[in-house]
């Protein structure tokens, strides 16, 4: 069975995204945290996206590695992230690029059969599509790079969840601008 990862930058007060979709609240991440994610996408065999976030990544990376200035790791993440399979849960749009399965029906079912079957890691991004998942008892591991501001509100890391979902902690790290990493696993 593969191991299913939800992990993002949130803010202290743990939203992904500030009022109207925002996300400028953490800046540009650190060289060495952007580097971390790069290698966490290295050792993913699938992404998971929702729609919102499938957007956002797939208006910059397709070309990422082409922009004036981008930085080696820019280049390796942006290769990374177009060449590696990717599936989109979304009944809104109905065309997606760049190594990319689009589903529009039920996203638990799905992500249960991908969860079944052989292969390496998946990773999941997006707070409704990770929302379902958590309230599915889906997720296996969540990941937080934590930054140090509180916004007041709103996209929330969590959901609301309908029972206790207790974690064993597996490592903390710390990165520039006092970003904490925290990794834990669901127990089982």
Same mark, same amino acid.
């Given at each position: ?12 007060d ?9 996300i ?5 991440p ?6 971390f =994610? ?5 050792a ?15 208006s ?24 590696m399979s ?9 065309k ?7 589903v ?16 390496g ?13 958590m ?6 591991e969540?990941?937080l ?8 509100g709103?996209?929330?890391f ?5 029972? =206790? ?10 990165f ?8 834990y696993?669901?127990?089982?």
């Open positions: 069975m593969r191991k299913l990862i939800y992990g993002m930058n949130l803010t202290l743990g939203y992904i995204a500030a009022p109207g979709d925002d400028g609240w953490g800046g540009p650190s060289d060495e945290l952007f580097q =994610w790069s290698d966490q996408l290295q993913t065999d699938l992404s998971l996206y929702g729609r919102k976030l499938w957007q956002t990544m797939s910059y990376w397709p070309t990422g590695d082409q922009q004036p200035g981008a930085t080696p790791a820019e280049i390796e993440f942006a290769r990374r992230w177009r060449d990717k599936v989109v849960f979304s009944s809104t749009i109905d997606v690029d760049w190594n990319t399965r689009l529009t029906g039920d996203a638990v079912a799905e992500i249960t059969r991908l969860k079944a079957e052989d292969g890691p998946m990773d999941i991004g997006g707070a409704t599509l990770a929302g379902a998942a309230r599915a008892g889906l997720i296996d969540y990941v790079a934590t930054a140090p501001v509180l916004v007041g709103g996209t929330p969590f959901t609301a969840l309908d029972s =206790w979902v207790n974690l064993n902690l597996v490592e903390t790290r710390t520039p601008g006092g970003v904490v990493l925290t990794r696993e669901t127990r089982r």
